[in-house]
C-alpha cells in the first residue's frame, strides 16, 4: 500500500496503491482501529492515482483529473466538483478544499459552480518550493520559498491576509512537499535533501532547529499531541513533539516492510507505515521497548594468518607481527542491527565501531596488549566488554643488551677512526708545508719578475705618451699649411672661386678643422695619462662665466631652432677654475644638447651653489629634452672611443673622446660630472665643482711646461658657424652631422630643391642615381627598407625612389609602411624593379605607390617622372588653395588648414608672453607629436612652428611699438623675450631696422 497517512481524531486518511486494473484507497474511519479497503471512485480512470487529500469533516476525500470525491457512508463516493487543476489538498472542518496547484494556492467550495478562489500565487517552475497545511484553529499555513507564513481568512472569507511566521533562508532552494502545524505553534518540514526542520513560532521571535539533518525525507504526520512520524529513505523517524528528540529509529531490521518509509500514522495501539510496495502495521508498545544489550563471545585468533582457538597461550612467538581477531553476539533477533565496538590497548585510545564480526592488526611492535570488544543494538546502550589479553616478544637484535654492544663496537670503531684521521691529518699538514714554501718561492720569483714588467710598461706607456705628443705636434704645420691655403682662397685672395668648387673647399676645410681638434683632444689626454695637464686657476664668477657662454651659444640656438634658457640661482658664485678648461667642458655639453634635441625642444642651463656639511661646491646642469640615452649607452658614456650603438658613424662623427676628455678636466678640478637621462625624455649632465675660497700658488697650478704646450682656446666655440654641424653620439665636442640615421647620407641640392629620398641596397645604383639627380635635389640615400623609413621619418623627403626586392625590408612593404603613416602618407614613390610582369606592377601600385618603372630604365624617363608627380603634388596645392590672411603674421594658407591653423595662433596668442613656451610645448598644446606638428604647420605656412612663434612674437611687438606707449624693454618682456638685447637683434633681422627706429620709419 502506498501514502498511509496519520490524523489525529477529527481526520480521515487514506493510502493509494496503483495496480495496472483499479486504484484502491484504504482508510481508517475516524471511530476504527482496522482500516478498510475501498474502490475508486467512480469516474477515476483505471490506473490513475487520486491525489492525497486529508480531511476535518469526518468524512473521505479523493482527487483526480476528473473531479473532487466525497465518500459518505449511506450514499458512497459522489462528486462534488471538478478538479480545476488541483493536485493536492486538505478539506477544513468546514467542508472548504485548500488545494495546492501548479500555479498557486486555491479555495474550493464544494457544490457550487463557483471558481475556485486563488488566495497565493507562484510561478511553475517554482511550485516545488510550496507546500501547505492547516492549523488546529483552521489557519492556512504555508512555506513560501525561504518564509513560512499564515493565512487568516479575511471577513466573508473570500480573501485571505497571509502574516510572515518564520524566515528560512537557508532552505530556499530545497522543496518540502509535506508540512505538519501541531497545537503548540510548531511546525514541522520534511525538506527532500535537507531532513526534518522543526520551526516554533509561539514567541516573539520564530527558532528554526533542524531535527534530522541531511536526511531524505518523505512525508511528516502528528501523532497526537505528544509524537510526529517522519518518513524517510533511511526509515521511520519517531521524535517527541515537546522538544524535538528523536525517540526511535525504525528500519527494515527493525520489522518493517521496506526501510524506505513514505508516510505513518497510529490508530489505537498499532502503527501503520506505508512503503513504496506495501503497507506495515506495527504494535505501538514494540517502539519504546528497549532490549538488553548482547554480549561478546571471541571465535578465534589468528597469528601470521594462522588460526587457533582463544583458549591456546596467550604468549606468542617473535614473528607473530599480524594478529586477527574474530568475535560475535549473542543477539538472535536482527543480528544485522548489532554493532560491535573494540580497541587494542595500549595501541588505542578510543573505541572504534564496526559491524563486521573481525580485525586485524598488522606490523604490531613487541609487548602486552589488551583487546577488548563490546556489542550494541542501533540505538541502544553498550554491552560488558569481553578482554583477551596477549604478548609478543623481541627479536634478538631488538633487545636492550644487543644495542647496548652495537653501541659499544661502534664507539670502538670511532676512536679507532679518529686516530687514522689524525695521523692522515699530520701527513698532509706536512705536505702542504712543503708546497706553501715552494709556492712561496714561485710567488716571489713571479713578483720579481711583474715588477721588471710593470716598469717596462711603464716606459712604454712613457713612450707612447711621446709618441703621441710628438704626433700631434708635427701634424700642426701641415695641417697650418692645409688650413691657411684653403681660407685664404675662400676669402678671395686667388679671385673669384666657382659656387660648387668653393662647396669643396669649405668641405676640405670642414675636416682639416676636425682634424685639428681631434688632434687636440687627443694631445689633451695623452697630457692626462703623464700627468702633465695641469690646471692654471684663477678666481672667478662662475655665473658670469657659465651667462657668457651660453649666449656665445645663441646662434647656434637659432640656427638649430631650439630654445636656449639660461636660469641663475644666485647672482655671483665666486670659485677657482681654469677658464680654458672649463670652457672646454661647458662647451662640449652645450653643443651635445643643442646638436641632438629636435627642433622646437629646449635646454636649460642653471647654476646654483651646493652645500654638503662643511664643504660648499658650485653646480652647473645642462638639461635638454632630446631623444636621450638607453641604460647601455648612460654606463659607458665617458669611456673612450665609445659611439652609441643606436647612432651609425659618420663621416663627421668624432671619436668618442669628448666625454672622456671632459669627465677628466672636471676630475682634475676634483670635481665631478655626472650624466641622467631616460630614453625619450632628455639628457642632464651635472657639473659640479669645488668653490671654497683658497689660494693657490701664484694664481695657478701647474708649471711653465704645459702652458707652453696648451694652445689658447676661443672664446666663441669654432663650431658656430653656418654650417649645421655636431658632434658625436657621446658628445665629442665635434661637428657632425645633424642627421644620424643609418646609411642614410644628403648630397647635392641646394637648401631650396626637392628633397628625394634614394632607397636602394647596390651601392653602385645608389652612386648611379646621386650622380644623375644630385644638380636638381637634394638627395638623401638608404641601403634597405628599414632605413629607408627612418630616414623618410627624419628628413620627410619630398619623392621617395625605392628598389623592390631589398633586405630587412623590401621596396612594396616600405611603400606600404609610409601610405600608413599619417604624417609620410602624402610623399609620392617611385618603384624601381628588375620585376617586370603586370601583375608585379598591379602589387606595387596595389601598396600605394604612386609610379612603377622596371630596370633597365632611362635616367631621363626617371627625371620626368620625379618631375611630374612633385609638378603635379605643387598644382593639387595650388588649386585648393584659397588665400586666408594668419593674423598677424600675414602668411597664406589652404581654406582646409584653416581651423587648424586658428587653433595653432590660438594657443601662441594665450603663451606668446612666456619666455619659456617653444615649439615642443605647442606640440603638446595641440596633442600631436613635434614632427607631425612641424609638417603641418610647414606645409600650411611654409614655416618651422619655431620660426612661426618667433615670427608672431615679432610681428606682435610691431604692433606694440606703433602703438608708442611702451618701452623697448616693456615690449621684449611682453613679447616673451627675456633678454632686450637678444630682443633687437631678433627684430632687426626680421624688420631690417632696430625697435627703436620702427615707429619712425
Known sequence: MRGASGLGPAEDYCTCSRRPSATFLASVAPRSSTPTTLRKPPEARSGSIPGAVRSRDGHMYALNHRGWFRREPSRGWSKLAPPNGAVRGIVSAEGRGYFWHNRGLYRHAPDTPDAPTLLYAWKAKDNGDHTHTLAPNG?????????????????????????????????????????????????????????????????????????????????????????????????????????????????????????????????????????????????????????????????????????????????????????????????????????????????????????????????????????EVRARRAGGSVGEATTYTFTIPHHFYETAWFKLLCLLLLGLGGVGAYRWRVRALRRRQRTLEEKVEHRTEQLRREKEKTEAQAERLAELDEAKNRFFANLSHEFRT????????????????????????????????????????????????????????????????????????????????????????????????????????????????????????????????????????????????????????????????FDRFEQARGTERTERDGLGLGLALANELVELHEGTLRAESEPGFGTAFTVRLPIQEREYESGAQGGDEAARDEEPRPAVPEFASTDRETEGPFGDGQPGSKTHAPVAEETGGSSASPILLIVEDNADMRAYLRRHLSADYTVIEADNGEAGLRAAREHEPDLIVSDVMMPEMTGTALCEAIKADEALQTIPVVLLTAKATSADTIEGLEQGADDYITKPFDIDELRARIDRLLSARRQLRDKFSEIVQVQPTGATTSEDERPFLEEVLTVVEAHLGDAQFGAGDLASEMALSQRQLTRRVKEATDETPAALIRRLRLERAAQLLEEERHTVSETAYAVGYDSPSHFAKAFRKHFGCAPSEYDAE
Not at 235 to 244: A, E, I, N, S
Not at 330 to 358: C, H, I, M, S
Not at 612 to 633: F, M, N, Q, Y
Open 478 to 637: 701641415p695641417l697650418t699649411l692645409i688650413l691657411e691655403p684653403l681660407s685664404d682662397a675662400l676669402d678671395g685672395a686667388f679671385g673669384t672661386v666657382p659656387e660648387r668648387l668653393r662647396e669643396q673647399l669649405r668641405l676640405m676645410q670642414r675636416n682639416a678643422e676636425r682634424l685639428r681638434r681631434l688632434i687636440g683632444q687627443l694631445l689633451d689626454l695623452t697630457r692626462l695619462e703623464a700627468g702633465r695637464l695641469e690646471l692654471q686657476r684663477q678666481s672667478g664668477d662662475l655665473v658670469a662665466f657659465t651667462r657668457e657662454l651660453v649666449q656665445a651659444f645663441t646662434p647656434m640656438a637659432e640656427r638649430e631652432e631650439v630654445t636656449l634658457h639660461f636660469r641663475p640661482g644666485p647672482d655671483r658664485l665666486p670659485a677657482w677654475y681654469d677658464t680654458n678648461k672649463l670652457e672646454q667642458v661647458l662647451s662640449n655639453l652645450l653643443s651635445n644638447a643643442l646638436t641632438y634635441t629636435p627642433e622646437g625642444g629646449t635646454v636649460w642651463v642653471t647654476v646654483s651653489a651646493r652645500t654638503s656639511g662643511d664643504a660648499r661646491a658650485g653646480e652647473i646642469v645642462v638639461k635638454d629634452t632630446g631623444p636621450g640615452l638607453i641604460e647601455e649607452e648612460l654606463r659607458r658614456i
Open 139 to 371: 489557519d492556512v499555513i504555508l512555506r513560501a520559498k525561504s518564509r513560512l507564513l499564515r493565512g487568516t481568512p479575511s471577513a466573508g472569507n473570500r480573501s485571505m491576509r497571509f502574516d510572515t511566521l518564520a524566515v528560512l533562508p537557508d532552505y530556499a532552494d530545497d522543496a518540502a512537499r509535506y508540512m505538519a502545524f501541531d497545537a503548540r505553534g510548531t511546525a514541522w518540514l520534511a525538506f527532500r535533501h535537507r531532513g526534518l526542520v522543526r520551526v516554533e513560532t509561539a514567541g516573539d521571535t520564530a527558532r528554526v532547529n533542524p531535527v534530522l539533518p541531511g536526511r531524505s525525507m518523505k512525508g511528516v504526520v502528528l501523532s497526537g499531541d505528544s509524537l510526529v512520524l517522519a518518513g524517510a529513505r533511511d526509515g521511520l523517524y519517531v521524535v517527541d513533539q515537546r522538544d524535538g528528540t528523536l525517540r526511535r529509529h525504525l528500519t527494515a531490521a527493525d520489522g518493517l516492510l521496506a526501510t524506505t518509509t513514505q508516510s505513518a500514522t497510529v490508530y489505537g495501539d498499532t502503527l501503520y507505515a506505508s512503503h513504496p510496495r506495501g503497507l506495515t502495521a506495527m504494535p505501538v508498545p514494540s517502539l519504546f521497548h528497549a532490549p538488553s544489550p548482547p554480549d561478546v563471545l571471541l571465535t578465534h585468533i589468528e597469528r601470521d594468518f594462522e588460526e587457533v582457538s582463544p583458549q591456546a597461550a596467550p604468549r606468542f612467538d617473535a614473528a607473530d607481527r599480524t594478529v586477527g581477531i574474530g568475535f560475535a553476539a549473542t543477539a538472535f533477533t536482527n543480528p544485522k542491527r548489532v554493532v560491535y565496538e573494540y580497541r587494542l590497548r595500549p595501541r588505542d585510545t578510543t573505541w572504534t565501531a564496526t559491524q563486521e564480526g573481525f580485525t586485524r592488526y598488522v606490523d604490531l611492535s613487541p609487548g602486552t596488549y589488551q583487546f
